[in-house]
């Protein structure tokens, strides 16, 4: 099983060409004004092009409405729409009927009986996201750089789409990869120098321990 790689919270030229020689399969831009990576729309749009026909362009929102999201689909395109807030089974259908995009759905994680969340959001969200519970006075609902129990997601059905999200970073991503056993995985603040700024040398740290993981997982 190939795993997919989505990096997100990209800002600059040199962190997405960073990721894309890397081997991303998504690159992510994040739309909320409190986060350190936050990007306008026109931005991304500038951003995103060099991924055309090498990843799929995430537009990551939170609780956006629909003239947030009309702004950020008409400027930079995306392939997906990654709904990281309270969205409701309901608006996650009717940003699906709207754009005629792919969704992906986060969910924040600290304990099993957490997952039991997704279960009115099957057959609507085209894919889930497991991200740990942000620490206490956190704002940000992502990028937090902290983990959950991986091995919680070792039970989940294996025909469930989902992206690992949370914590990652090259020191423990092989764990991740061998605890989950995931189809997809995302990273953020852990190929970070400072928030919000990527590390062309630690996303291809990043990127070495993903090749290492995975062919020990082939074996």
Not at 134 to 146: I, M, Q, R, T, Y
């Amino acid at each position: 099983m190939a795993l997919d790689i989505k990096i997100c919270g990209l800002k600059t030229p040199e962190a997405v060409a960073a990721v894309l020689a890397g081997g991303a399969s998504h690159i992510g831009f994040v739309f909320f004004a409190k986060s350190p990576r936050h990007v306008t729309p026109q931005q991304a749009a500038q951003l995103r092009q060099a991924a055309t026909g090498r990843a799929e362009a995430v537009a990551v929102t939170v609780n956006a409405d629909d003239a947030t999201l009309d702004e950020i689909v008409a400027a930079m395109a995306p392939d997906m729409l990654q709904l990281h807030g309270r969205e409701t089974p309901e608006r996650v259908t009717a940003v699906k009927q709207r754009y005629g995009l792919p969704v992906i759905k986060a969910f924040a994680v600290r304990e099993a009986a957490d997952l039991a969340a997704i279960e009115p959001y099957r057959g609507l969200a085209d894919r889930f996201l497991f991200d740990a519970k942000p620490p206490a006075g956190s704002e940000l609902p992502g990028g937090n750089g902290v983990s959950f129990d991986w091995r919680l997601l070792a039970g989940l059905d294996a025909e469930l789409d989902y992206m690992l999200s949370g914590g990652l970073n090259a020191a423990n991503v092989g764990d991740a990869i061998r605890l989950a056993n995931p189809p997809a995985i995302d990273i953020s603040s852990g190929v970070e120098s400072a928030p919000g700024v990527k590390d062309v040398a630690l996303i291809e740290n990043f990127f070495r321990a993903v090749r290492a993981a995975t062919d020990t997982r082939a074996a």
